[in-house]
T-cell receptor, first 114, second 112 residues
Framework: DSGVTQTPKHLITATGQRVTLRCSPR?????VYWYQQSLDQGLQFLIQ???????AKGNILERFSAQQFPDLHSELNLSSLELGDSALYFC?????????????FGAGSRLTVL | GQQLNQSPQSMFIQEGEDVSMNCTSS?????WLWYKQDPGEGPVLLIA?????ELTSNGRLTAQFGITRKDSFLNISASIPSDVGIYFC????????????FGTGTLLAVQP
């Protein structure tokens, strides 16, 4: 157990729907990162939050959004889902700041869009 | 999206063999990390490298931060069946964002 908790573990939904993925970071970590892993794309950085504020943005689609709450858990919202959004979505955390290099990953949420 | 060039893409070896994989970039990195991902799980950190030329071991695993700061390699000695998985390199250029860029992954299969 890495200490990073992601729910749900599996999710099957239809095109056009909206889902929310949830992540609780490791105790003491202030920063949360979201990554998308699909078969042909590897691990793609989506977005980072640090202590409730957006810190960096990667290849995140406009249909996707995220937030980090005061208790430091984070949610990734995926809307108007398309078949190509099927992927593993990973959350990772660290203490944040310039010196914190290592990310600890959760087990992922597998999204299947039918 | 941006990714590091990782090779080989896959390896199929016999138990007991040594394995070597590497990661290259056109940009300079301040940090190189190596992760392993088991099926259905998230990536788990194996080795972290913070200085050019640094050579670090973790059991049967050895990784090096290239002198040019544009590459890194990972060696696994005397492979065993539980080494099976996908190995990812990841690099960080620096700055406050802490954004890691991942390699494309190396799939390792070990035949007993």
């Amino acid at each position: 157990d890495s200490g990073v908790t992601q729910t749900p573990k599996h999710l099957i939904t239809a095109t056009g729907q909206r889902v929310t993925l949830r992540c609780s970071p490791r105790s003491g970590d202030l920063s949360v990162y979201w990554y998308q892993q699909s078969l042909d794309q590897g691990l793609q950085f989506l977005i980072q939050y640090y202590n409730g504020e957006e810190r960096a943005k990667g290849n995140i689609l406009e249909r996707f959004s995220a937030q980090q709450f005061p208790d430091l858990h984070s949610e990734l919202n995926l809307s108007s889902l398309e078949l190509g959004d099927s992927a593993l979505y990973f959350c990772a955390s660290n203490q944040g700041g310039d010196g914190a290099n290592v990310l600890t990953f959760g087990a992922g949420s597998r999204l299947t869009v039918l | 999206g941006q990714q590091l060039n990782q090779s080989p893409q896959s390896m199929f070896i016999q138990e007991g063999e040594d394995v070597s994989m590497n990661c290259t970039s056109s940009s300079i990195f301040n940090t190189w990390l190596w992760y392993k991902q088991d099926p259905g799980e998230g990536p788990v950190l194996l080795i972290a490298l913070y200085k050019a030329g640094e050579l670090t071991s973790n059991g049967r695993l050895t990784a090096q931060f290239g002198i040019t700061r544009k590459d890194s390699f990972l060696n696994i000695s005397a492979s065993i069946p539980s080494d099976v998985g996908i190995y990812f390199c990841a690099g960080r250029r620096g700055g406050a964002t802490n954004k890691l860029i991942f390699g494309t992954g190396t799939l390792l299969a070990v035949q007993p």
